[in-house]
């Protein structure tokens, strides 16, 4: 079966009934199922569950997040699904989403990611897959890969093997963006299922800019920074061994953080009414500032700017953790139609970008700037 999907913005990524939205009427004699993806919304999604037993390790999570809270690259991908691979829906992380049964009982996992920027070195990614698998770090020269053909681009697969699970990686880079194909399972199921995951690699192809997949549709946007607690691949980091130290201001009332975000608040005004805030962090650079403001300016229906516009529409921020950036977009909601504000902080620090947000209505983010911004200049990092 071929599949094209779109990863402009992940509720083409979300589970059924959330941002991908339920698949539309199909041909079944072409086997092709056609999806519709909505445009970017803020209401909270539920991602679906997992396999009994699977998903560990890959992101998979029953937790609400919101829709705005996920970068993707914008690419149209399609490929060639092996036959025996069961097809579980995408989830708020993954493009793609497979189950790999296997001989005696033995199953894996098979699972498309696409993030703008670096996410991180070859050597981070790597140890992080090896931690997954209970493994020591390695040193730089310790590195091993397979070269891989993606599309008539070079790429490079990791095959990693602890005491009972195995994990292979293909990692690409394109056009701004990585891409990563990871399979894991147990050993055995890796190993047999290796040679049909190497071909579904060589299936992929990417659609050129104007080249319109005829089994999907496309609408744009982009969403904000996934968080900490999903091990996956090479998206979100692991949650750091020592966590930052924060003053949180006293109208502030934290709430249950969502697979994608680090820490999450409810700030109430003394209108009664509330905004939100929310914490995440990713490995490297993410796409950077430029990147990001437009990112921030399209949740609110604001047109992008130039890299020779940036100067002013942020504002250097001075934090106890050292330098940051400030952006203030007022715009409108995508999902009500409703004025809406957003106001976002983004902190390089070591290896990792921070990202802090409030958003919600224009008084209810007024009021609450003061404090947002006060917290955001309190964060420490171990």
């Known amino acids: 079966m071929v599949r094209f999907i779109c990863s402009y913005r992940l509720l083409a990524l979300v589970l059924a009934g959330g941002w991908l939205g339920a698949p539309a009427t199909g041909r079944a004699d072409?086997?092709?199922?056609?999806?519709?993806?909505?445009k970017e919304q803020s209401a909270p999604v539920q991602t679906?569950?997992?396999?009994?037993?699977?998903?560990?390790?890959?992101?998979?999570?029953?937790?609400?997040?919101t829709a705005s809270d996920i970068p993707v690259s914008s690419a149209p991908v399609r490929w060639t699904t092996p036959a025996g691979w069961q097809e579980l829906a995408p989830t708020s992380i993954r493009i793609g989403n497979f189950l790999v049964p296997g001989k005696g009982g033995g199953k894996a996992e098979v699972a498309v990611f696409s993030f703008p920027g670096s996410v991180g070195t070859e050597l981070d990614n790597v140890n992080r897959w090896r931690n997954e698998l209970q493994l020591p770090p390695v040193e730089e020269d310790?590195?091993?890969?397979?070269?891989?053909?993606?599309?008539?681009?070079p790429g490079r697969l990791y095959d990693i093997s602890g005491a009972s699970s195995r994990t292979?990686?293909?990692?690409?880079?394109?056009?701004?963006?990585?891409?990563?194909?990871?399979?894991?399972?147990?050993?055995?199921?890796?190993?047999?299922?290796?040679?049909?995951?190497?071909?579904?690699?060589?299936?992929?192809?990417?659609?050129?800019?104007?080249?319109?997949?005829?089994?999907?549709?496309?609408?744009g946007g982009m969403g904000a920074m996934p968080s900490p607690h999903g091990n996956l691949a090479a998206a979100p980091a692991e949650s750091p061994a020592e966590e930052p130290t924060w003053t949180v201001p006293a109208n502030w009332t934290e709430k249950k953080a969502g697979p994608m975000i680090f820490r999450s608040y409810t700030a109430a005004s003394v209108k009664g009414r509330?905004?939100?805030?929310?914490?995440?962090?990713?490995?490297?650079?993410?796409?950077?500032?430029?990147?990001?403001?437009?990112?921030?300016?399209?949740?609110?229906?604001?047109?992008?700017?130039?890299?020779?516009?940036?100067?002013?529409?942020?504002?250097?921020?001075?934090?106890?953790?050292?330098?940051?950036?400030?952006?203030?977009?007022?715009?409108?909601d995508p999902r009500t139609g409703q004025a809406a504000?957003?106001?976002?902080?983004?902190?390089r620090h070591g290896d990792k970008t921070w990202f802090y947000k409030l958003s919600g209505e224009g008084p209810v983010v007024e009021d609450e700037k003061e404090n947002f911004v006060k917290f955001v200049q309190t964060v420490r990092y171990p």
């Open 30 to 38: 072409e086997g092709i199922k056609t999806y519709t993806v909505p």
């Open 48 to 65: 679906a569950a997992a396999p009994q037993g699977m998903g560990q390790g890959m992101g998979m999570d029953s937790s609400t997040m």
């Open 142 to 153: 310790k590195v091993t890969f397979e070269p891989v053909t993606i599309d008539s681009l």
């Open 168 to 219: 292979a990686v293909a990692s690409l880079a394109r056009q701004g963006a990585t891409w990563f194909f990871k399979m894991r399972g147990s050993k055995e199921t890796v190993a047999e299922a290796k040679p049909a995951f190497v071909g579904f690699l060589q299936s992929v192809h990417f659609a050129a800019g104007n080249e319109a997949p005829p089994h999907a549709m496309f609408d």
């Open 274 to 332: 509330t905004a939100s805030v929310n914490i995440s962090f990713f490995p490297g650079d993410v796409g950077g500032v430029f990147a990001n403001v437009n990112r921030w300016r399209g949740q609110l229906g604001l047109p992008p700017v130039g890299p020779d516009k940036l100067a002013s529409v942020t504002q250097a921020l001075d934090t106890a953790g050292g330098g940051a950036t400030l952006v203030d977009f007022a715009g409108t």
């Open 341 to 347: 504000r957003l106001v976002a902080v983004m902190a």
